[in-house]
């Protein structure tokens, strides 16, 4: 989307490694960034959001990072498995609007 | 089990004519989207429905039409204005109007313009 980017567009780990994608957005008004999962031939699916009040969350081997000063937030998913190859998208928003970025293909390597 | 489907999962279709995508939701919720997914790019927003009978234009809407005739249905038609219509179609509810909030989307629709 024009109002979010998404970096870096694809990504390739080996099994067990970390892998973190990384967006910026522009619009200070923002205060809701979900993260969601797109496995091949399905639709997207909400992993884990945040919202502005908070500076990090965590659920199982996923955690979002959120850096409202330099307007950016982070997707880190740890000890990757071959079920986490998958398209992620990020977005941004509040009440009114939401923007997603262009996506992230995550190849995890057996 | 509760959900959206979408239908067809394939569509092909020849220049010059509209063809109909079927969205249904039996998720009870009150808003409904339908979203455009283009390789390299992000889900870019189409239309959108917050209440029965009632519907908005997104980022995209040139070319679409859509109708919310029932809480659980929202139909996109592609019409043959939309210049370039190939593309994967997501349809999406969600429980509460706010943007903020979760989005259950379909598993989409593949449309080829033949």
């Known amino acids: 989307g024009e109002n979010v980017e998404q970096h870096p567009s694809t990504l390739s780990v080996q099994e067990g490694d970390s892998a973190v994608i990384k967006c910026t957005y522009s619009d200070s008004a923002s205060n809701y960034f979900p993260w969601y999962k797109q496995e091949l031939g399905k639709g997207p699916q909400l992993i884990i959001d945040i919202r502005s009040n908070v500076g990090e969350k965590k659920d199982q081997r996923i955690a979002v990072t959120l850096n409202k000063t330099a307007k950016h937030f982070s997707l880190h998913i740890t000890e990757t498995q071959p079920e986490d190859s998958a398209v992620y998208f990020c977005?941004?928003?509040?009440?009114?609007?939401?923007?997603f970025g262009a996506g992230t293909t995550v190849t995890v390597r057996a | 089990d509760g959900g959206i489907t979408q239908s067809p999962k394939y569509l092909f279709r020849k220049e010059g004519q509209n063809v109909t995508l079927s969205c249904e939701q039996n998720?009870?919720?009150?808003?409904m989207y339908w979203y455009r997914q283009d390789p390299g790019q992000g889900l870019r927003l189409i239309y959108y429905s917050q209440i029965v009978n009632d519907f908005q234009k997104g980022d995209i809407a040139e070319g679409y039409s859509v109708s919310r005739e029932k809480k659980e249905s929202f139909p996109l038609t592609v019409t043959s204005a939309q210049k370039n219509p190939t593309a994967f179609y997501l349809c999406?509810?969600?429980?509460?109007?706010?943007?903020?909030?979760?989005?259950?989307f379909g598993e989409g629709s593949r449309l080829t313009v033949l």
């Open positions: 999406a509810s969600s429980m509460v109007t706010s943007w903020a909030g979760e989005l259950f």
């Open positions: 977005a941004e928003g509040n009440d009114y609007k939401l923007s």
């Open positions: 998720l009870n919720h009150d808003a």
